[in-house]
């Protein structure tokens, strides 16, 4: 990958993770870009105040300058857990039956977001530039814009665009879509997502979509990107060989006393399809009674969100299910799902997908999902596992040589597991090989070399392309 040498970034989002080990794929992506270029990461610190009060709290966390700002107790309730949270997420994600409208939510959602524009604002500089990320921050662009940074912007959104259809029963829409000109790109995970952003665009505000992917709408323009994110390949590569991953791997190999480990990873979300997912494997189990006491499904569902009452209500129903499959098929010496409500280190999550014979990544609907991209990494190159991939995630896209299936159909996913599990080792390492070429490629820092070149390429147009005369200096050197 060519390096682009470009401005300082500013990275805007609503939880800010530059410091190390704990830190995801993606914020290691990111910390890369803003040592890379310097810069800052600002956002949210996750502390509550009293009352907002704006004061910036700065940090350096692996190279890494940060500043980050408490929240009230209302902007919490009603931007993260409310819009964000019970509104956008839900409705983004197909859920409209889930999605709670409420203008109180809409509104501290635009508090919340002024407020970081007048936060955020005095550390941008002339030549920076910003990169907003996901739909906590929809309307961030248009707040700097309000209060003249003329800088390059950017969003990246880390989930799906939902179909205009469900999109119009947001009653803010129009207004929240708008907001999003002030923009000069926008990044999605997929081609459908980006589509279905278009389709909006040209059927809902009556605007226009060129060729090269250019949005026009009231004399605006912005530049749409497919960009997939993808993880950091050589390090999770790496951590699958570590100490702990390869100890992980002997113990829940032996706990499985010969039978194949199917493993699922997934944060306890409605979107990650974890009950159709259960209620596959046990159409499984009950189709095919001969295999069924030479499986066992670990799966592991760190809870998420615990303030908001559809994770409450989903943590419920999951550990039922749970108990009425283990109830009904366990016999003295097998139970068929332990499932795990804990997070663990990146190393241990290595070794239990290296450790597997199968990755059930089912989700109803996914921006990316980047557990099916370190399942592929984590593999022994000489006995793979087998990855199945729900056809609505965004992964699906590019990841073709997964066993793709229906998330929705239990006897889909009873099928896949058939199939999986009867696969010979020659079509395992073909179809790994071709997957684990793709993840590596268009790995973490693929992804943020490809946004922020296209940020620094997008052409600028009016006033913009040309903010202020060049003054001749005493040096003979222009500046502006
Ligand atoms: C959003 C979009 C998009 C999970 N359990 C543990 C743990 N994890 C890590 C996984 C993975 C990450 O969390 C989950 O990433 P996903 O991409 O699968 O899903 P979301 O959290 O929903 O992320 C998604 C993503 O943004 C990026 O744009 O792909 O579509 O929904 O890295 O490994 N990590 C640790 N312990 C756990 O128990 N340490």
């Given at each position: 990958m060519?390096?682009?040498?470009m401005s300082r970034?500013?990275?805007?989002?609503?939880?800010?993770s530059?410091?190390g080990?704990a830190a995801?794929?993606?914020?290691v992506?990111?910390?890369?870009?803003?040592?890379?270029?310097g810069?800052?990461w600002?956002?949210?610190?996750?502390?509550?105040i009293?009352e907002f009060t704006?004061q910036?709290?700065?940090?350096i966390?692996?190279?890494?300058?940060t500043?980050?700002?408490?929240?009230?107790?209302?902007d919490?309730?009603?931007?993260y857990?409310?819009?964000a949270?019970?509104?956008l997420?839900?409705?983004f994600h197909?859920?409209?039956d889930?999605?709670e409208?409420?203008r109180s939510?809409?509104?501290?959602?635009?508090?919340a977001n002024e407020r970081?524009?007048?936060?955020?604002?005095?550390l941008?500089?002339p030549?920076?530039?910003?990169w907003v990320?996901?739909?906590?921050?929809?309307p961030l662009?248009s707040?700097?814009?309000?209060?003249?940074?003329?800088?390059?912007?950017g969003?990246?959104l880390?989930?799906?665009w939902?179909?205009?259809?469900?999109?119009?029963t947001?009653?803010?829409v129009?207004?929240l879509v708008?907001t999003?000109?002030?923009?000069?790109?926008?990044g999605?995970?997929t081609r459908?997502?980006?589509?279905?952003f278009a389709?909006f665009?040209?059927?809902e505000?009556?605007g226009a979509?060129?060729?090269?992917?250019?949005?026009?709408?009231?004399?605006q323009r912005?530049?749409l990107?497919?960009?997939?994110?993808?993880?950091d390949?050589a390090?999770?590569?790496?951590?699958?060989?570590?100490e702990?991953?390869?100890?992980?791997?002997?113990?829940?190999?032996?706990s499985a006393?010969?039978?194949?480990?199917i493993v699922?990873?997934d944060?306890?979300d409605?979107?990650?399809?974890?009950?159709?997912?259960?209620?596959g494997?046990?159409?499984f189990?009950?189709?095919h009674?001969?295999?069924?006491?030479?499986?066992?499904?670990?799966?592991?569902a760190?809870?998420?969100?615990?303030a908001?009452e559809?994770?409450?209500?989903?943590?419920?129903r999951l550990e039922?299910?749970?108990?009425k499959?283990?109830?009904?098929?366990?016999?003295l010496?097998?139970?068929?799902?332990?499932?795990v409500?804990q997070?663990?280190?990146r190393?241990?999550?290595?070794?239990?997908y290296?450790?597997?014979r199968?990755?059930l990544v089912?989700?109803l609907?996914d921006g990316?999902?980047?557990?099916?991209?370190?399942y592929?990494?984590?593999q022994?190159?000489?006995?793979p596992?087998?990855?199945i991939?729900s056809?609505?995630?965004?992964a699906a896209?590019e990841?073709?040589e997964?066993?793709l299936v229906n998330?929705?159909?239990a006897?889909?996913?009873s099928d896949a597991?058939r199939?999986?599990?009867?696969?010979p080792?020659?079509?395992?390492?073909?179809?790994w090989e071709?997957l684990?070429?793709?993840v590596q490629q268009?790995?973490?820092?693929?992804w943020?070399?490809?946004?922020t070149?296209?940020?620094?390429?997008?052409?600028?147009?009016?006033e913009?392309?040309n903010p202020?005369?060049l003054?001749e200096?005493?040096e003979?050197?222009?500046?502006?």
């Amino acid at each position: 990958m060519e390096f682009y040498p470009m401005s300082r970034l500013i990275v805007i989002s609503n939880r800010v993770s530059a410091g190390g080990g704990a830190a995801g794929g993606l914020a290691v992506a990111l910390s890369a870009g803003l040592r890379e270029n310097g810069g800052i990461w600002f956002g949210w610190s996750g502390e509550r105040i009293d009352e907002f009060t704006g004061q910036i709290n700065f940090r350096i966390e692996d190279g890494v300058r940060t500043a980050t700002v408490d929240l009230e107790d209302q902007d919490i309730e009603e931007y993260y857990n409310g819009f964000a949270n019970r509104t956008l997420w839900p409705l983004f994600h197909y859920r409209i039956d889930l999605a709670e409208y409420e203008r109180s939510f809409a509104g501290g959602y635009r508090r919340a977001n002024e407020r970081f524009a007048d936060t955020v604002l005095p550390l941008i500089e002339p030549e920076d530039h910003v990169w907003v990320q996901d739909y906590h921050m929809l309307p961030l662009g248009s707040e700097l814009r309000a209060r003249g940074v003329t800088n390059r912007i950017g969003f990246f959104l880390h989930i799906p665009w939902p179909p205009r259809r469900l999109l119009v029963t947001l009653p803010e829409v129009r207004e929240l879509v708008e907001t999003l000109f002030a923009y000069d790109l926008i990044g999605f995970h997929t081609r459908e997502w980006l589509d279905s952003f278009a389709d909006f665009v040209v059927h809902e505000l009556g605007g226009a979509i060129s060729d090269d992917d250019v949005a026009t709408w009231n004399g605006q323009r912005l530049k749409l990107l497919v960009c997939p994110a993808g993880i950091d390949a050589a390090e999770f590569k790496a951590l699958s060989e570590s100490e702990t991953a390869r100890r992980t791997c002997i113990r829940v190999r032996e706990s499985a006393v010969g039978r194949a480990l199917i493993v699922g990873v997934d944060r306890l979300d409605y979107s990650k399809g974890l009950e159709e997912r259960f209620q596959g494997y046990e159409r499984f189990l009950s189709e095919h009674p001969e295999e069924r006491k030479e499986v066992v499904l670990l799966q592991i569902a760190p809870p998420s969100r615990g303030a908001v009452e559809s994770y409450q209500q989903i943590r419920t129903r999951l550990e039922g299910l749970a108990g009425k499959i283990n109830g009904a098929h366990a016999a003295l010496d097998w139970v068929p799902i332990r499932y795990v409500n804990q997070a663990y280190g990146r190393d241990v999550l290595a070794g239990v997908y290296r450790a597997s014979r199968i990755g059930l990544v089912t989700p109803l609907r996914d921006g990316m999902n980047l557990v099916a991209k370190e399942y592929v990494a984590a593999q022994d190159p000489s006995d793979p596992g087998v990855l199945i991939l729900s056809r609505f995630a965004g992964a699906a896209e590019e990841m073709t040589e997964a066993v793709l299936v229906n998330p929705h159909s239990a006897e889909e996913i009873s099928d896949a597991i058939r199939t999986a599990l009867a696969m010979p080792l020659a079509e395992r390492i073909s179809r790994w090989e071709r997957l684990m070429e793709k993840v590596q490629q268009q790995d973490v820092m693929w992804w943020l070399h490809r946004f922020t070149a296209a940020l620094s390429a997008v052409e600028l147009h009016g006033e913009r392309a040309n903010p202020l005369p060049l003054i001749e200096s005493d040096e003979g050197h222009e500046v502006a």
